[in-house]
């Protein structure tokens, strides 16, 4: 296993410490993040990771250090499978609707 700190910072970040994510690798394979704070996806992008192997964010609560990047524009074209507690889940399918109807 690997993990690596993305971001270990608080919400006001700096360009070398950015909000919490961390990215997990497994042994057999697996990717997947933990929490995606602001500022943490150009962290991500630098590393150049394979995306179609990142597939889950496990998002741990409703805080923008721990979420801000989740709703970003960078996470609208990849895609994750999000586990996480049922409000975090209602607030996704509120900003969905908002996007495919345009609003944000």
């Given amino acids: ?28 394979g697996d990717k ?13 992008f630098s590393l150049r990771p394979d995306f179609s192997k990142l597939d889950k964010v496990f998002a741990s609560h409703l805080h923008v250090d721990h979420v801000g990047d989740f709703m970003g524009h960078h996470t609208r074209q990849l895609a ?8 975090f889940l ?8 908002a996007w495919q109807q345009g609003l944000c």
């Fill in 32 to 44: 997947f993040l933990f929490d995606l704070g602001s500022g943490a996806m150009g962290n991500l």
């Fill in 1 to 28: 296993m690997r993990i690596t700190a993305l971001g270990t910072g608080m919400p006001n970040q700096t360009k070398k410490a950015v909000s919490i994510s961390y990215l997990v690798e497994l042994g057999n």
């Fill in 90 to 97: 209602r607030t996704v399918r509120v900003h969905s609707r």
């Fill in 80 to 87: 994750f499978r999000v586990l996480c507690t049922t409000p």
